[in-house]
């Protein structure tokens, strides 16, 4: 499968959680949209633009099970964020309830929106670990809702530890205390089959270019219809083109102004693009090799902390997320890269050293067998 990515050969990419690249026929797919504005902006943004957006949300939407009129599109997981932390009303007295495993851009957005607010500073619960049970992590997080709790925070896979939390409990379970729920689900798309209305969280925000492998640039944000008449765009222009007129919520996103939209329009060639592979065979080839690298970077004996999660496919799915010993993360990420060309995020969580392994269609036990002989060499022989 690697023939269908323009990788550099110098590189072992084992990091697609971070920045997934895009495959030759997405590539090609955005430069067409992107010729055809720079052939005849006036054609393609009066008369091609609306039809090829509300087309390409049609077929998202599909693919999350939920309906378009709950989606719009922005530029990424982060930028949904903010849409939420720019809508949702909060008052002095008020506090948001996030875990110790959410993203950290994601907490900084919620602090300056409590403190915008005068609400109070966001509040953390940890999450029992190793993880073990659905239900037990589920009641953790709704045990911590308070009365003064209007909003709750979780990723659905997360980004510094690679968890599956178990959202769908979660959200039945602080909805039922009284408090509205806003998963963060970059990781989760394509990694995990989504129905985004069986979920049933007022928000869910995520990025497409990581296991869609759609272009940089593509994400959405789905709000509960129950939410609709609350959000507000960050950038205010026509939302619609003259002579038309915005009229729904989500008619405001559609035109923020003159930019590159070709990273949303091309995101159903992304969805073709795993689906002609095969979903299913997708997430089963793309865990296997995660699970490989689990058990072969486990078997150097290098740390004696146990990872967060039992090997097991409800708990994590192409990510492999493996305990080193104490050491310097960012010397160590460096050294992969420079005297190996391995690209492999080195994470400190919890005041704990972890490597988060990705693995995509392009990636290949023999890349997995170079890592794990770089970290065998550089932590166990070199004590990095």
Known sequence: MRSHWRLRPDTVYLNHGSFGPPPIRVQEERAKWQSALDAQPMDFYV???????????????????????????????????????????????????????????????????????????????????????AMKTAKEVAD?????????????ITSPTAVTLPVAQIARLVQAKGAALCIDGPHAI????????????????????????????????????????????????????QPDEPHAWWEEFLWSGTRDYSPYLSIPAAIDFLEEFGIDRFRQQTHDLAAYARRSLLALGLCDRPPLVPDDPAWYGTMAHVPLPAGDSPALQ??????????VPIVAWGGERWIRVSCHLYNHAKEVDSLVEAIAKLVGRDGM
């Open 334 to 343: 460096k050294a992969l890269w420079e005297g190996h060309g391995i690209e």
């Open 47 to 133: 008369r091609q633009l609306t039809p090829a957006w509300l087309a390409a949300r049609e077929r998202l939407a599909s693919y999350l099970h939920t309906g378009a009129d709950n989606l719009v599109f922005c530029e990424n997981a982060t930028a949904g964020m903010n849409v939420v932390a720019r809508s949702f009303p909060l008052s002095p007295g008020d506090e948001v309830l996030l875990t110790n495993h959410e993203y950290g851009a994601v907490r900084r957005i919620w602090e300056r929106a409590c403190r915008a607010a005068g609400a109070a500073p966001p509040r953390t619960v940890d999450l029992s670990q190793p993880f073990v049970d």
């Open 190 to 241: 394509s990694q995990l089959p989504l129905d985004l209305d069986a979920i049933g969280a007022e928000y869910y925000t995520a990025s497409c270019h990581k296991w869609l492998s759609a272009p940089f640039g593509s994400g959405f944000l789905h709000v509960h219809p129950r939410c609709h008449t609350a959000i507000q765009t960050p950038q205010l222009s026509w939302g619609r083109l």
């Open 144 to 156: 911590a809702v308070t009365p003064q709790t209007r909003l709750v925070i979780v990723s659905h």
